[in-house]
């Protein structure tokens, strides 16, 4: 099937600044574009199966979403209530609520109802021009139950029209039948991973490296067990303090590290070294009403690639809004609004490893969104707003 999309106003960000082509024509046969250039420029032979006439509008590549924990049971709003009493989120985990009581919810939820409540948290993303999605597990923390969401992500790739990358993070807090024996708790995530990989549910490997959470020594243990699978790893680094977590990683090849607040020049050098994406993730930052903020002109001066993500989970971010992260990570952290679409689109998708897409050119996916706006910057500027009219996925246009 080939189709011809014309007379849009593409931003194809397949160079440096937008790269706009005004009255902008696309051929795409199945999933991928075959050709992009001037209205004018198209083959004057060319045979289509299917033709739409854009009308001018704005069209983008399709968004990705790099960052989020989809798949889970319950929600943590007496949290929320918590801290404007003024506990801290630390506070909360060391008590044993946080990510442990998304973790009783979640294994107590059925795969139906862990299936419904996701899919439909995707199917908000997606109204936006979401095209790619990654989705961690990480509130299972047992074999079975990490199992079981990595199940539900697969299928919500398969049942909805959205393409999903999958994150093994079962190393992301000590689940209660581990108490005191985080080590054994590490040796168990490992010996899962090979299970997991086996069942192809895994794309990449995270973990959350904190004095919450794990400590640089058990990170290392859990990202020497996923590269010996050949697996890729990223990193929950330096959301809350300095553990040096992006340097580490850094040193497995990590795809991205992610929050990164409390970067130090050492963990930029790493990054930049490693071809590293910082994913920043200011839907946290804003939540968790966090001050530092993540060091944008050392990684723009390091050349490290910034990504954005919504980073959705009930704890920290329970947001599904990723044109709302474009525009906090220009309030709050000073991108422009070329770098924040840079940072869900063509970043996001290095993040993930998927050199396919995030830009509109020849030979990559044609995943796309056409948007009721004048010029891209204002995909950053709006929020609380639905400009996203049309999107096409793999060449398909989403009814
Ligand atoms: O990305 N930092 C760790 N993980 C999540 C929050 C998890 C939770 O609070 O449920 C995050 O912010
Ligand atoms: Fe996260």
């Known amino acids: 099937m080939r189709t011809l999309w014309r007379n849009g106003r593409l931003v194809t960000l397949a160079g440096s600044g937008w790269c706009t082509i005004e009255r902008g024509a696309m051929i795409v046969d199945g999933p991928r574009l075959q050709w992009i250039g001037h209205d004018t420029g198209l083959p004057r032979d060319l045979q289509v199966d299917a033709e739409h006439d854009l009308g001018g509008a704005l069209v983008t590549p399709g968004l990705v979403d790099c960052h989020t924990h989809l798949v889970y049971g319950g929600q943590r709003a007496n949290e929320f209530e918590m801290r404007l009493q003024g506990a801290t989120y630390e506070d909360i985990a060391r008590a044993g609520g946080g990510i442990r009581s998304t973790v009783a919810a979640t294994r107590a939820a059925s795969d139906e109802t862990l299936f419904d409540s996701a899919a439909a948290r995707a199917r908000a993303l997606m109204a936006e021009g979401v095209t790619t999605l990654e989705i961690k597990s990480g509130y299972g923390l047992a074999l079975q139950h990490e199992a079981r969401c990595l199940r539900v992500a697969r299928r919500i790739g398969r049942e909805l029209p959205v393409s999903v990358s999958t994150t093994c993070l079962a190393a992301h807090a000590l689940p209660p039948e581990f108490e005191g024996r985080a080590d054994a708790y590490i040796d168990a995530v490992c010996a899962w991973l090979p299970a997991l990989h086996a069942e192809r549910l895994v794309d990449a490997v995270d973990a959350f490296c904190e004095n919450i959470a794990f400590t640089p020594a058990q990170t290392r243990r859990v990202f020497d067990a996923a590269r010996a699978l050949g697996l890729p790893v990223k990193l929950h680094a330096e959301q809350l303090s ?144 639905q400009p996203c009219r049309r999107v096409v996925v793999a060449g398909e246009e989403r009814r």
């Open 242 to 385: 300095d553990q040096d977590g992006a340097a580490l990683a850094a040193g497995h090849q990590a795809l991205s590290c992610d929050h990164l607040e409390w970067l130090s020049a050492r963990g930029v050098r790493a990054m930049a070294a490693a071809g590293t994406v910082a994913v920043l993730l200011p839907g946290a930052f804003y939540f968790l009403r966090e001050t530092k903020l993540p060091p944008v002109q050392a990684l723009r001066d390091a050349g490290v690639p910034i990504a954005i993500a919504s980073d959705h989970n009930p704890g920290s971010s329970p947001g599904l809004s990723l044109l709302l992260m474009l525009n906090m990570a220009c309030t709050l952290f000073r991108l422009t609004p070329e770098e924040a679409l840079r940072g869900a689109t063509v970043n996001g998708a290095r993040a993930l490893g998927l050199a396919d897409r995030g830009t509109l050119a020849p030979g990559k996916r044609a995943d796309f969104a056409v948007w009721a706006l004048e010029h891209p910057n204002e995909l950053a500027y709006w929020f609380g707003h």
